[in-house]
Structure formats: C-alpha cells, structure tokens
C-alpha cells in the first residue's frame, strides 16, 4: 500500500551463529553435510571453496524467489569471515585446507588468494543470473565493506576487503552481476581516512554497468559521537553527488526508537513527500501505456469515483496518483491490483486535477491520464 519493496536479505556462507539459542536440529546441514561446514572462532561457516555450497546457498535463496513475491534479494558483506585472531592478535586460518588441496589437485592454477575470491566471484555471478532466469524482476543487490582496497580514493585507509574477506565488490559492480550497490559507508563526513564524500564520489566513478549506486548510512552510529544531523547531511551529500540515486538507512530499530529525533528529522527535511523506486532500464525498457480512467460525482458533487485501467488490460506494479487540492499536490502509491479511488466531501475537498500513471515492476513510469474538475 506504500509502494514498498520487500527484499529478502541472506548471508549465503553463514551456517550457525554464536548466538543461536536452539539445539542444532538433525536436518541443519552441519549434520546432514559435516564436510561441507568449517568452525571459525564462535561460528560455523559455509566452504565458499565447495563447489556443493554454492549449490546448496543458490537453492535456499532460489526457493524464496520462486515461492515468495519478493522484490528482491540481497547480500551481507560477510563472504570468506572477517578474520578471527589469537589472544596475542595473531590472525586465525580459515580451515579451507580440504577444498584448496582439492583444487590443487584438480590442476588449478591460482594463488589460495585469487583462489578464494573466484570462489566468491563465482557464486555472485551465478547468484544474478539464475535469479534473473526465475524472476527477471526480482533485483540483486549487495552491501559490500564500503572501502574497496585502502588508496582508492587516494588517502582512505582500511581493511582491504579484497584480501581478507576476499570481496572483490568492485569487478561485481564494474562486471554488471547485480541491480544495486549498496557499499556501507558507515563513516562520518570529516573522518580524515575514511571521507564519506571522497568514498561515494568514488563509488559513482565506477559504475561502468550504470548500475543502481545507493550507499549505506549507519543510523545505528547515533549516540555520544554522532548525532542524526549527520545523517541528515550526508542524504543532502547523495542528492547532490551525480551517479547517487539513493541510500539504505541501517538499521530500522534506531528508525523506530526516533533516536536523536531522526525519524522526525527525515520527514521535515529530506522525504516529506511519497518517492517512486528508481526505474531499472537494463531489466525492462518497456514503458506502460496510458491508462483510460473513468469519472464519476454523485448528484450532490459530495462523493467522487475514479476507475482506470490500461487499454490492454493487466495489472502494473502500481499506481501513480496525483492530485491538486486548492493549489497543492498530494501524491499516492496505489497497489497494482487496485484499480478505482473514492474521494467523500464538498467541491472544496474534491482534487481540482487527478492524474494517473501507470509503473512497472521494473520502475518504469507511463505516461499520466490527466482530467481537470469542470
């Protein structure tokens, strides 16, 4: 009813968290496939050097997409683990020595880290394409460590995600293997090596696919060292960076706490008003047609029916409704399924214009049947 799409969020290689409550049931995979599973630190991971893995997280995720009407999914940073180490801070293997020897084995060629992020290459790429054959409008999207590799943009320091969890975002969103990116630029505006401008105008500099590019804000940094104001500047810094036509807020718990007054802070200054999704051209470019709409007043001109439909039939994503009440326009997201408005009061309440367009599940927007009150 607001236009809203849900997307399904995985974390493909995670297999049990430390902080699971249940006993491990038998079918959980650690049981049914003990060989395929890795304990690291508290956790218990997924091989990405497992060829049956990759199977295994595609037919989870598939499952959702073909079962459920999601409108998208969408990928965690975690890929290979963020790297576990000793009390004395030595790093912690992972324990991928079976699957690597077998590779080694087999005749491959590549280095143990070229080997680790192909396996992750790999499975994105897959990933895309067999949701794009299931549901071509079902989009892909990933939320990778919001720094690449330390120096890129010149003077970012950081964990370099390419080598310690082999996340090598960049070729994804170069190579076209997802509909958005969403790199978690968590840090402040002024931090000295990680200058949240420098990163997302850096961001927009590699969108060689032209890919949806909508940065991740952490809303869950408010506290003593952040205030929602800061998250308020860094939205009006992606409005005016071009190539940036969005953001993620994370997460909705500090949304629904109002932390710092953000909730209030979004609606007054940056979303007062209803926002289409931004159209994804590469998927669909078809453009819906105009609707025919239909008007009717009862005899008192106190109630008013609007019907509409396209004039081949079917059903859109949704509905863009616009109308003018004395001079101002208020604007409705209107489930594609639903097809008349009700307006109840005086000629005063009534819309002077209403305006109705048609949008795709692609984001596609028609052309809008405009009528005018007589």
Known sequence: RRGLELHAWFNPFHARHAAAKSPIA?????????????????????????????????????????????????????????????????????????????????????????????????????LFTNVKAEKRWVKVGISPFGIWKPGHPPGVRGMDATQEIYAD?????????????????????????????????????????????????????????????????????????PGAGGSLQWSIKVLHQNRDGLADKLVRQVFPTPALIPASPWLDKAVPGKPIVAFGQDAAATTSVFRWELPGGGAPGWWLVQMRFTGQW?????????????????????????AVAAVSRFGQLGSAFVAQRA
């Open 26 to 126: 038998s079918t959980h995979i650690s049981k049914t496939r003990p060989d395929l599973v890795r304990k690291y630190g508290p956790l218990l991971w997924l091989d990405p050097g497992e060829p049956l893995v990759h199977d295994h997280s595609l037919r989870v995720i598939l499952d959702v997409v073909r079962r459920y009407d999601v409108d998208g999914v969408h990928l965690d940073d975690y890929f290979y683990p963020y790297p576990e180490k000793t009390a004395a801070k030595q790093v912690i293997p992972f324990p991928d020595d079976p699957s690597w020897r077998r590779y080694q084995k087999a005749g491959g060629k590549l280095t143990r880290d070229d080997w680790r992020r192909d396996n992750v290459n790999r499975f994105v790429q897959r």
């Open 169 to 241: 975002s960049l070729k994804w969103f170069r190579a076209g293997w997802l509909d958005y990116l969403a790199p978690q630029l968590y840090w402040s505006i002024d931090a000295p090596e990680q200058s949240f401008p420098a990163l997302l105008k850096w961001w927009t500099g590699q969108n060689a696919a032209a890919r949806h590019l909508w940065p991740g804000l952490s809303a869950a940094a408010i506290g003593p060292a952040r205030n929602a104001d800061e998250i308020i500047q860094q939205l009006k810094l992606i409005r005016t960076q």
């Open 330 to 354: 208020r604007t409705e997201l209107v489930p594609g399924g639903q097809a008349t408005r009700t307006l109840t009061g005086g000629n005063g309440v009534l819309p002077e214009v209403i």
